[in-house]
């Protein structure tokens, strides 16, 4: 694998010391060889298990929907790091739950590929998406910010649309929005708790998928975030892990009434990520320090390390690919 930096620190102590004493590099110099470096990151050559936060972790929990921001340590969603090559130059895309975790990633690899991104989220979440916003902005793409409640079918609707106005048109859906409780028994789960995981995790893909589909043409790719719980339901996720079973299913059906559409329908299978969901009461508390230390990896993933399945869907590259499941575990 190339890199424009060189792996060895001593020979990048060398020649820094050369470059400084040829000309003065500057401030703007070393500002793009921090940047460089940063990029860097992703594609030198490293070992996976130690290449980002393992645990324990500090015990933390947060108020639903929780902010990433406030998450120790902050996830890293690529914001230093993700390059783009013009995979998705001029596409317009819609992603849910686009303000932290998996689906910032995906908002903001999307942006640095070339797309124009509307991202969804909750009103409390105005601050992570703000951020998402500005990072959109700097890739120079055009950002939508649509705050909102997907558990209700109209605004299912309007988010559609505003998108669609807004972006001129929409050529990629991204149902990334999810609800997880975690609960040791059935009965501890409210009704309204089960209501909320179907409603946010099963009806909204259905109700955004059905009010996008007349704007989307030939070569366009919906994408939907399941999990690997659908195929390994944990028993403290009894609500959750039935809706991840869905997006799988949802995927695999979907796309054989598409295909002769010309629309491709995936799913991403993410293990144990980093994100606000997990904090927020996604899984019991004393299990955070330790969150993501059964993966073969030893340690969660970071939102940043999944966004490339996503780009691969999103683009034409994959045109081959429909009804699958792409699955980012750890192992
Ligand atoms: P996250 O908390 O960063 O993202 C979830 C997002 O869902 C929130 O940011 C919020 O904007 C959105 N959301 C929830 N309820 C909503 C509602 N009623 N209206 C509008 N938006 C709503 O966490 P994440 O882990 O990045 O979650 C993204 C997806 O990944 C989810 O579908 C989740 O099920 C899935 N997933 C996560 C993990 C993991 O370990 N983190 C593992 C497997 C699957
Ligand atoms: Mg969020």
């Keep these: 694998m190339t890199d424009d930096l060189p792996q060895n620190p001593d020979r990048r102590k060398l020649m820094g010391g050369i470059a400084g004493g040829v000309a003065a590099a500057g401030l703007a110099g070393a500002a793009h060889a921090q940047q460089s470096s940063e990029a860097a990151k992703l594609t030198r050559m490293r070992d996976p298990q130690t290449a980002y936060p393992q645990p324990p972790f500090p015990e933390q929990q947060q108020d639903w929907p929780g902010l990433a921001s406030q998450m120790d340590p902050v996830p890293d969603h690529g914001e230093d790091s993700y390059r783009g090559s013009d995979r998705l130059q001029g596409r317009r895309a819609l992603i ?3 303000d932290s975790g998996i689906g910032r990633a995906v ?3 999307f942006a640095r590929e070339g797309a124009d991104v509307a991202i969804n989220y909750l009103p409390d979440e ?8 500005a990072l959109i902005e700097e890739a120079g793409r055009r950002a939508v910010a649509i705050p909102g409640d997907i558990t209700d079918a109209d605004f299912c609707q309007q988010l559609v649309q505003r998108a669609v106005d807004e972006l001129g048109g929409l050529d990629i859906l ?3 929005a999810g609800f997880q409780q975690s609960a040791p ?3 501890d789960i409210s009704d309204e708790t089960f209501d909320q995981t179907m409603k946010t995790n099963v009806y909204a893909p259905f109700w955004i998928t059905k009010a996008a589909l007349p704007h989307l043409e030939e070569g366009a790719s919906i994408i939907i975030t399941a999990s690997v719980v659908a195929d390994q339901p944990p028993e403290n996720l009894f609500d959750y892990a039935q809706t991840k079973a869905a997006n799988v299913i949802y995927a695999q059906v979907l796309a054989k009434q598409l295909a002769s559409r010309g629309i491709r329908v995936n799913a991403v299978a993410p293990g144990p990520f980093w994100t606000p969901l997990q904090v927020v009461g996604g899984q019991p508390p004393e299990a ?4 993501g230390a059964d993966a073969a990896m030893g340690r969660p993933g970071q939102p940043v390390e999944i966004a490339p399945l ?3 869907l999103a683009s034409a590259e994959s045109s081959y690919s429909t009804g699958q499941l792409f699955e980012a575990t750890g192992g």
Excluded: K
């Design 185 to 187: 028994l059935i009965e």
């Design 310 to 312: 996503y780009v691969l």
């Design 288 to 291: 955070i320090p330790d969150f």
């Design 96 to 98: 849910t739950g686009g």
């Design 174 to 176: 991204v149902n990334n």
């Design 107 to 109: 908002a903001i690899a």
């Design 126 to 133: 105005e601050q992570d998406a703000q951020e998402v916003i």
